[in-house]
T-cell receptor
Framework: DTGVSQNPRHKITKRGQNVTFRCDPISEHNRLYWYRQTLGQGPEFLTY????????KSRLLSDRFSAERPKGSFSTLEIQRTEQGDSAMYLCASSERQMYGYTFGSGTRLTVV | AQSVSQHNHHVILSEAASLELGCNYS??????LFWYVQYPGQHLQLLLK??????LVKGIKGFEAEFIKSKFSFNLRKPSVQWSDTAEYFCAVMPAADKLIFGTGTRLQVFP
């Protein structure tokens, strides 16, 4: 058990459908991060929250992507009108302080068919 | 742009061989440095980290890394690898008060 929980573990969706992923961070961690990882690449930063505030969004995060962290606890990442290029592993991580490094969840693998 | 380079994409070793994985970064300011490992089917786990002080950092499972500021490098080493070290290894950089930036990873295969 990593402490960071992500659901679902796998998601297969048809192109054009909307999907939503959930991340439950370690409870005492106030920072929460979303990354995307494709085959043969390292994780790429998407966005991060400090408590409920979304402090930074990557240019990778198009208008079809939205993330929320209501009440500074769990977070959701929604992708609207999915495209085949959205197929990837979506990783969530949390930290108490940035310099301590992050604790990652197991990820949600999205396949768009 | 800030970036992390891992030059070895795929490394194949026999058990008991020594390991060194290269990592170079492009950032002129203060950075925190990390190595993460991802075993097959598992999540990313922190191997070791460097913030300041002794440039030789020891991590879990016998791994160590050396920060060489003049070379912008943070290479990972292990004197004697085991089959269980088979995994993907990611170097990551955190410029001060910023997010983690990962390299593309090195896939290590260790054969008995």
């Amino acid at each position: 058990d990593t402490g960071v929980s992500q659901n679902p573990r796998h998601k297969i969706t048809k192109r054009g459908q909307n999907v939503t992923f959930r991340c439950d961070p370690i409870s005492e961690h106030n920072r929460l991060y979303w990354y995307r990882q494709t085959l043969g690449q390292g994780p790429e930063f998407l966005t991060y929250f400090q408590n409920e505030a979304q402090l930074e969004k990557s240019r990778l995060l198009s208008d079809r992507f939205s993330a929320e962290r209501p009440k500074g606890s769990f977070s959701t990442l929604e992708i609207q009108r999915t495209e085949q290029g959205d197929s990837a592993m979506y990783l969530c991580a949390s930290s108490e302080r940035q310099m301590y490094g992050y604790t990652f969840g197991s990820g949600t693998r999205l396949t768009v068919v | 742009a800030q970036s992390v380079s891992q030059h070895n994409h795929h490394v194949i070793l026999s058990e008991a061989a020594s390991l060194e994985l290269g990592c170079n970064y492009s950032y002129g300011g203060t950075v925190n440095l990390f190595w993460y490992v991802q075993y097959p089917g598992q999540h990313l786990q922190l191997l070791l980290k460097y913030f300041s002080g002794d440039p030789l950092v020891k991590g879990i499972k016998g791994f160590e890394a050396e920060f060489i500021k003049s070379k912008f490098s943070f290479n990972l080493r292990k004197p004697s690898v085991q089959w269980s070290d088979t995994a993907e290894y990611f170097c990551a950089v955190m410029p001060a008060a910023d997010k983690l930036i990962f390299g593309t990873g090195t896939r290590l295969q260790v054969f008995p």
